[in-house]
């Protein structure tokens, strides 16, 4: 970029054009929409990266972020922590919270193995749950991973290391998302949704 | 939301959320992203956050935005203070700036007339032009303003306001597409443009 831009607001262009999705002509734009805004709320937005930074950690337990010890759902009484659900990533625990009917705790792996990415075993939080598992009070392991081939080979993967601690590996079921139609399903689920039918008259 | 998701993620995604074009979805992106960095990248878009706000002022001539006391251009004895290109925003002395044809200084207006919109003419940087040129060396007033609605009805009231001061006013020949903005012309288009000024009142 040339003289004529203010320094502050090229640098400031250049830290927005850093995030994932954002070209340097929005960079831009959101760098001019930074100074139109009161100094409060440009403050508030800086305490805001710094703290989101400073204060979430891993939780010592299910690997989810938290800024608490101990996550709320692991340091909820009420919840079964015999049943551990493991994720890709936080996300996906919002995702399953959502739907209100998940009583056990989770595990986050932070990733999914994927040997083209350099993405091993070891760089996941497995370890963490397989210490879990190994203080004997887990009962069902279920594998909540993307159905994707990363998701698969993982859940696989993670499968075989479990079996031989005697917990109950599960994987989530797939089949036609509900509201969904036939006509637009792609071959691959149309071929789950078969594949694991189930009786509709017991 | 929800209150699985730790709070100081939430109060980022929140902060993300409020910037032009960034739905929900996006911000929690983007705030998970902002977790993922290293410590100095966080402090160095905060710190780059608050400088921008803090250093960027106008330019006491131009009205340009600039982190020094005058702007470069202004502050530049070279280039023709008597003709001045008046323009709607920064973002437009950077795309002129751009052909490296222009030689004279500019005025930052700030936004057009826009009675829709609440937007007056006391609502712009109209009083400083005229004390400028009413120092008595503008020879020229180039309108600059985007071929559109309000640019022209600003150019157009302008121009009226200028002529009994003896300066006279051109106007961006219209090789610029009709409706389009500044911004994203090319720059032998914006040449084109510049070479072609018409005078707006004869």
Same mark, same amino acid.
């Given at each position: 970029m040339a003289g004529y831009y203010a320094l502050p607001l090229e640098l400031l262009a *250049?830290? %927005?054009a850093k995030l994932p999705g954002i070209g340097m002509k929005s960079a831009q734009r959101l760098a001019y929409f930074i100074i139109s805004r009161p100094k409060e *709320?440009?403050?508030a937005f800086a305490d805001a990266l710094l703290a989101a930074k400073r204060d979430i950690? %891993?939780?010592p337990q299910c690997q989810n972020l938290t800024e608490l010890e101990l996550c709320p759902i692991c340091a909820d009484d009420k919840r079964d922590h015999g049943t551990i659900c493991v994720v890709e990533s936080p996300k @996906?625990?919002?995702a399953l919270e959502r739907t209100g009917e998940y009583t056990g705790v989770y595990h986050v792996l932070h990733? +999914?193995?994927s040997p083209i990415d350099g993405i091993t075993p070891d760089k996941l939080k497995m370890r963490e749950l397989l210490s879990r598992i190994q203080?004997?009070?887990v009962k069902e392991v279920i594998m909540a991973t993307n159905p994707t081939v990363e998701? @698969? /080979?993982t859940a696989m993967? +993670? /499968?075989q290391l479990l079996e031989p601690l005697g917990v109950s590996v599960t994987r989530l079921a797939f089949g036609l998302p509900v509201g969904g139609t036939l006509e637009y399903a792609d071959e691959v689920t149309l071929f789950r949704a078969l594949e694991n039918r189930t009786p509709l008259v017991q």
């Amino acid at each position: 970029m040339a003289g004529y831009y203010a320094l502050p607001l090229e640098l400031l262009a *250049e830290q %927005f054009a850093k995030l994932p999705g954002i070209g340097m002509k929005s960079a831009q734009r959101l760098a001019y929409f930074i100074i139109s805004r009161p100094k409060e *709320e440009v403050q508030a937005f800086a305490d805001a990266l710094l703290a989101a930074k400073r204060d979430i950690h %891993f939780c010592p337990q299910c690997q989810n972020l938290t800024e608490l010890e101990l996550c709320p759902i692991c340091a909820d009484d009420k919840r079964d922590h015999g049943t551990i659900c493991v994720v890709e990533s936080p996300k @996906d625990v919002t995702a399953l919270e959502r739907t209100g009917e998940y009583t056990g705790v989770y595990h986050v792996l932070h990733g +999914l193995i994927s040997p083209i990415d350099g993405i091993t075993p070891d760089k996941l939080k497995m370890r963490e749950l397989l210490s879990r598992i190994q203080k004997g009070s887990v009962k069902e392991v279920i594998m909540a991973t993307n159905p994707t081939v990363e998701g @698969d /080979a993982t859940a696989m993967y +993670l /499968a075989q290391l479990l079996e031989p601690l005697g917990v109950s590996v599960t994987r989530l079921a797939f089949g036609l998302p509900v509201g969904g139609t036939l006509e637009y399903a792609d071959e691959v689920t149309l071929f789950r949704a078969l594949e694991n039918r189930t009786p509709l008259v017991q």
